[in-house]
């Protein structure tokens, strides 16, 4: 559902060359390509490092940490080798934005990648894609192939004298390997666990090297920053969440898609302009804002600008920018279940309360959906999401637990409406189970 | 790094910066749960047990992880921490069988002691729990895949301890499993340690399972009777018909000398004590030719009769004895004495495994040179010249690793093999087998004749370079070779040695003065007069026939008698059975092994593990053995040694200076198996009082051991609560011409071999049988 889409408030930024054939490195050059790079050279690591703080950009990949100060953490000198490292483990429910940047603008996160590589001095960046994306990896190794071709990567780039080499490969299909340490021990080759930490991967990182890894679209950005200037970037948001963002509309909602939009744009308006509403006129009931383990939101929740920090106000999650519509029939406990469906398939069983907590809590959301639930069961299933909550190793246990105490919280009477021996009242109201898919 | 001072539990708490928070309250007293957190191996943080409050930290940390720093001020007991392990115990319990009342771990299992200290007391779920079926790894290790909590603990003492990485986890999520890397069965050293390691009863023992519960049993820690390494084993003994008999052993009592450690040997191998043919009747071959089990005093009765009239008729020189490399100090010191004294000859000797003699005399005048096991686990460098630690000295190869683990220390391996711990080594060197020696000189810038090359330049310069160096040699190493070796070693600013011989006392026995020309301590023969003056009785000061010269005096027909005491020559060292037929020859083991079936008497003796005495290890640490079980119609070889003399018309207590009390109790059947001997021995040594009452009694054979040989002169407190003494002192007193015949005949044992005691473990055999890609040992060794 990565449709192309647009609409008047939509900002072309990230999504300035999709849809204009800039695969081919040559298109790219014609759109500006290449140039924020060689900007990038000539002003040297700690002005880039000033520039990508006063652009206020935050990394995408939902937790939103400020990227310039992230990069600033590497250690200048480090015996060991540093890396750049693209996360395109694209994989929390609902998020389909890496995919159009691999699909329309590979060259843009190669782009990214050498300048964050300029700014901490590696000299090597790795572009990591989801398993299920092995079919845009062609694109992005032709992207690769072709910056090799004109001196863009290998040795001496631009004629600077720095050498930097990129290397794409994908994962094996796996949620986990989205958190960045397990991602590291994936690259390895090793079980896809995330690390303890600290040591930060800033630190040690990818084989023991201090690593620089940020997510794709984070990434994609980059080039865009020096293309406009981080100053310019940042007045695109609002305060403290500079630019735009890909927002990814799906569920119930008429138009569909992924959309450009400025940090801190009202969330109603999204659903009921940008995206044209609800289909066949029927209620929004809830909205899950980020991605699936972001918190949902009520109708009456949904006044708010979608940036970081006033959706945390308002108890979710900004997320990754999966924004999911759910109308009036959808059974909530139903679709409780579908999301830790999900989280207990995907987690990696490293740590006891996500292993065992995430499969009791499919185990008691089936049971209770399908009419054998009783009374305990609620308060159970909200104690264990909360004795998961901030007890796991990595926060995947969150990401199960979040959400479904969110579901129970403010939709309890549903969950109790599937009592005595009911079962769903709503019978298969998730017409397709593709809508998280 | 600096101490910081930091505040748990209200408690100010001092611990140098960096240490792990767990480490930190543990050593405080504070104990903080865990199951995947074990010292010394890599952090896990998974099981999330030791979740402590860290102020101006957001979530709860894991004390696992979490290093002190300055001003730290952590709760490790609040509501919130006790809710949280709570939640975790009743999240493991979903799934777990719950079938505590006949799981191996019940009453020994971190689980239950959890569940009983956070009480996670009601069952939240009803769904079906995930099962799946139990597996047999090996014939050693069985896995009970519902009962694990998945601490990863086996994968790592696997991989990080043992080198070995037979371990791994499979799928992921709540369908994670432990499994092996070969699919269903294990390929590894079949060491057990993941069991031991295992903190639930999903890891179950192939000679234990199923057999009893821990209480009915009581724990026994002596040392292992096998290799020479002497590692501390806790034996699980019970009651039976005919005695007492081992149903487990392992290693719960962490303190000993192997730390974490017990190879396949010390954990399974000692079966042999249950074996069907076992020998629980003396025997006297018949006028038929046959053996035919007797009473035990017809047959005292018949060998001494028979050895005192050779003694008295052609003198103690037609008479020969040839001790063990299993039995006690006191055993063998015992067996020379009496070989010496009573019997009037200096024909006695062991299979000698290495040449301790040798090394002795090397070390004169170097106290505090010789290693201990437990140095390897802190020597910054190792050079490891011949043997296969692996192999032959599981423990010190487990030391090595931790220490390469730990310390980063520096392994160099010299080596005619493809030893296993060249994997550890930061510098290596392919020797031909031949070239120990002239390795040696060349190491020590003289010109032996060794080919050098780029990697022995580089080896050598390094060897050169470490300003301490811990040097262990394998039997490659023996007479003069051993001198030059030493010599080199000195050589160097600050050096130790370790000599590696094969079995539990082979140094015991060289020691012990199971020799032709040495006495206890290798005081020369022809400097006896302390030992005659302590004895209160001449010895014969000509040095007597080696075990191979008596042999071929007995096949000339110039030996009458041959006293052979736990060892098997015969097969060894390929002796034609006509060879003995005018000898008359007396053997005592538990087993009628090729020696026994050829001799006129054959004693039952008991084996280590049933009696009560001293070993010292190969590297000179001596401990004290524990009678844990006990077979009827058996008897010690210090038992019977004292009987024979006894019925040589010997005064026993002039053999076994005990003390002068009325209370001739015979000591070594009274309570051991419930560790109240041990107790009472305790109590009297801590009151200066030893128990000297019995001419049976061990420790009066030890305080002649200590007034003769100063080396072994060791606390006898510390022995006495099961903790090992480095010998304090060098051995040799007084040269010896360094001139001796080299009788070093190593026994090759295999980690699944142990000579001919070995092959009377059902276990070992089955796990040889199990491995058919391993080698199969070149000769049948000897003891």
Redesign the interface.
């Known amino acids: 559902m990565a449709f192309l889409t647009t609409h008047p408030d939509v900002v072309p930024l990230i999504s300035y060359r999709f849809g204009k054939g800039a695969t081919s490195i040559d298109k790219y050059l014609e759109l500006d390509g290449y140039k924020s790079v060689q900007k990038a050279i000539a002003m040297g690591p700690e002005a880039i490092i000033t520039e990508m703080k006063a652009s206020g950009l935050r990394g995408r990949g939902g937790a939103g940490f400020p990227t310039g100060l992230k990069w600033s953490f590497v250690p200048k000198q480090s015996a060991k080798p540093k890396y750049v490292l693209v996360n395109g483990d694209e994989s929390e429910p609902a998020t389909c934005k890496d995919r159009l940047i691999f699909e329309h603008d590979p060259h843009s996160v190669i782009e990214g990648t050498i300048i964050a590589g300029l700014a901490v001095g590696a000299k090597m960046g790795f572009i990591y894609l989801r398993g299920e994306y092995r079919y845009l990896l062609k694109i992005m190794e032709k992207a690769i192939d072709e910056a090799y071709a004109k001196g863009f990567l290998g040795k001496n780039i631009f004629g600077s004298g720095i050498d930097f080499e990129a290397i794409s490969h994908t994962g094996a299909g796996?949620y986990?390997v989205g958190e960045e340490s397990a991602l590291m021990e994936s690259l390895e080759g090793k079980?896809?666990i995330p690390r303890?930490r600290p040591p930060f991967p800033a630190v040690v990182g990818l084989y023991g090297g201090p690593t620089i890894i940020n997510n794709a679209e984070t990434l994609a950005t980059v080039p865009h920053i020096f293309r406009i200037g981080g100053a310019e970037y940042a007045k695109l948001g609002t305060e403290r969440n500079g630019g735009t963002r890909l927002f990814c509309l799906s569920g119930h909602i008429e138009k569909p898609g992924v959309y450009e939009l400025p940090m801190g744009y009202n969330l109603k308006k999204m659903i009921y302009d940008v995206g044209g509403g609800i289909p066949g006129g029927k209620k929004l009931k809830a909205v899950v804002p980020g991605g699936s383990s972001t918190p949902v939101l009520l109708p009456e929740e949904i006044d708010i600008g979608m940036d970081f920090d006033q959706v945390g106000k308002a108890g979710s999650m900004l997320g990754s920018g999966g924004v999911v519509m759910l109308d009036e029939t959808v059974c909530m406990v139903e679709f409780a279940l579908r999301t830790m469906k999900f989280y207990?398939?995907?987690?990696?069983?490293?740590?006891?309360?996500c292993?065992?907590?995430?499969?009791?809590l499919k185990?008691?959301l089936t049971?209770l959906h399908a009419g054998g639930g009783?009374d305990?069961d609620i308060d159970?299933i909200k104690?264990?999401a909360e004795?998961m909550l901030?007890?796991?190793?990595c926060p995947l246990g969150d990401a199960a637990a979040m959400p479904t105490i969110a579901f129970v919280q403010k939709f309890r009477k549903e969950f109790e409406d599937h009592l005595d021996g009911k079962g769903c009242p709503y019978h298969h109201s998730l017409e397709h189970e593709a809508v998280l898919a | 790094m600096a101490d910081v001072t930091f505040t748990v539990d209200g408690k100010k708490l001092t611990a140098p910066a960096g240490t792990l928070l767990i480490d930190a309250c543990r050593a405080a007293g504070i104990e903080i749960p865990a199951f995947c957190y074990y010292p010394g191996l890599s952090l896990q943080a998974a099981c999330r047990m030791c979740v402590v409050r860290v102020e101006k930290m957001p979530k709860l940390q894991t004390a696992c992880t979490t290093a002190v720093t300055e001003g730290m001020v952590v709760s490790t007991e609040t509501d919130e921490t006790k809710q949280a392990r709570k939640a975790t115990i009743e999240l493991l319990l979903g799934n777990h069988p719950l079938d505590c009342p006949v799981c191996d771990a019940g009453g020994e299992c971190e689980l239950q002691d959890m569940t009983f200290k956070y009480g996670a007391h009601e069952s939240k779920y009803v769904e079906t729990k995930q099962h799946r079926e139990e597996q047999k790894w090996s014939p050693v290790v069985y896995f009970d895949r519902p009962r694990c909590i998945l601490c990863y603990r086996c994968v790592r003492v696997c991989g990080e301890g043992m080198d070995v990485w037979a371990l791994g986890v499979e799928n992921r999520g709540v369908t994670s499993v432990i499994a092996p890397n070969e699919k269903d069965h294990l390929d590894c050293e079949e060491c057990g340690m993941c069991i031991d390691i295992c903190p639930v009863g999903a890891l179950t023992s192939g000679t234990y399972r199923y057999k009893t519960r821990p209480w009915e049993m009581n724990h026994v820690g002596t040392v292992c009777t096998h290799c020479g390494d002497g590692c501390k084993t806790t034996l699980g003994v019970r009651p039976t018909d005919d005695g007492v008999e081992i149903i487990r052993g392992d290693n719960r009592d962490k303190s000993g000398i192997n730390g974490d450690f017990l190879c396949i040997k010390g954990r399974y191998a000692f079966d042999f004590a249950n074996h069907k043919d076992r020998l629980t009747k003396p025997l006297i071959r018949q006028a038929d030719g046959k053996l035919a089990p007797v009473s035990w005093e017809q047959a005292l009765d018949f060998a001494a009769k028979k050895l005192g009239e050779i003694r008295d008729s052609r003198g103690g020189n037609a008479i020969g004895v040839i001790g063990s490399n299993r039995t006690t100090n006191e055993e063998t010191y015992l067996l020379q004495k009496f070989a010496r004294t009573i019997l009037r000859t200096n024909n006695v000797d062991h299979h000698r495994t290495a040449d301790y003699a040798a090394f002795a005399a090397a070390l004169k005048g170097h106290a505090g040179r010789e290693a201990s096991l437990r140095d390897f686990l802190s020597a910054r460098a190792i050079l490891l010249l011949g043997n296969d630690p692996t192999n032959q000295h599981p423990a010190l190869a487990w030391q090595v690793r931790t220490n390469v683990r730990h310390n980063r220390a520096r392994i160099y391996v010299a080596n005619h093999a493809e030893v296993k711990l060249r994997r550890q080594a930061k510098a290596a060197v392919d020797l031909p087998a031949d070239a120990y020696a002239s390795f040696v000189e060349y190491l020590a810038g003289k010109d032996g004749g060794f080919e050098a090359n780029d990697t022995s330049a580089a080896f050598r310069d390094a060897i050169r370079q470490e300003e301490s160096l811990l040097v262990a040699f394998g039997s490659e190493f023996r007479g003069r070779d051993i001198l030059v070796l030493v010599d080199f070693g000195l050589s160097l600013p600050n050096t130790k040695f370790a000599c590696l011989g094969d079995y539990a006392n082979s140094r015991g026995a060289a020691d012990m003065g199971l020799l032709p020309d040495l006495l206890p301590g290798y005081v020369p023969v022809t400097a006896a007069a302390h030992f005659a003056e302590e004895y209160g009785s001449a010895l014969p000061t000509q040095p007597g026939l080696d075990l191979v010269q008596m042999l071929d005096a007995a096949g000339r027909g110039d030996l009458s008698a041959l006293y052979v005491v736990g060892s098997n020559p015969a097969t060894r060292y390929g002796i034609d059975p006509s060879a003995l037929k005018n000898t008359f020859l007396i053997v005592q083991d538990m087993f009628l092994t090729e020696t026994a079936a050829l001799a006129d008497v054959v004693f039952p003796a008991a084996n280590l593990y049933e009696k009560t005495g001293t070993v010292t290890n190969t590297y000179g640490d001596l401990q004290l053995v524990k009678k844990a079980a006990d077979k009827s119609g058996v008897r010690t070889d210090f038992e019977i040694i004292v009987r024979l003399a006894d019925k040589l018309g010997a005064d026993p207590k002039q053999l076994v200076p005990f003390g002068k009390g009325v209370r001739a109790d015979f000591g070594q059947t009274r309570g051991a198996q419930s560790g109240e001997a041990d107790r009472h021995a305790v109590w009297l040594a801590a009151n200066h009082l030893e128990p000297k009452l019995s001419p049976f009694d061990p420790f009066a054979i030890l305080d002649e051991i200590q007034r003769l040989v100063p080396a072994y002169d060791v606390p006898r407190l510390n022995l006495l609560t099961g903790n090992d003494e480095h010998l304090k002192s060098e051995l040799v007193q007084i040269d010896a011409s360094a001139d001796r015949r080299d009788l070093v005949l190593p026994s090759n044992d295999l980690l699944y071999t142990s000579g001919t005691l070995g092959r009377y473990s059902a276990k070992l055999t089955e796990v040889v049988e199990s491995h058919t890609i391993l080698m199969k040992p070149a000769e049948a060794a000897a003891d």
């Open positions: 796996a986990e079980r896809g303890i207990q398939h995907e987690s990696c069983g490293w740590c006891i309360p292993r065992e907590g995430t499969d009791w185990k008691s049971r009783v305990k159970n104690y264990l004795n901030g007890r796991t190793f």
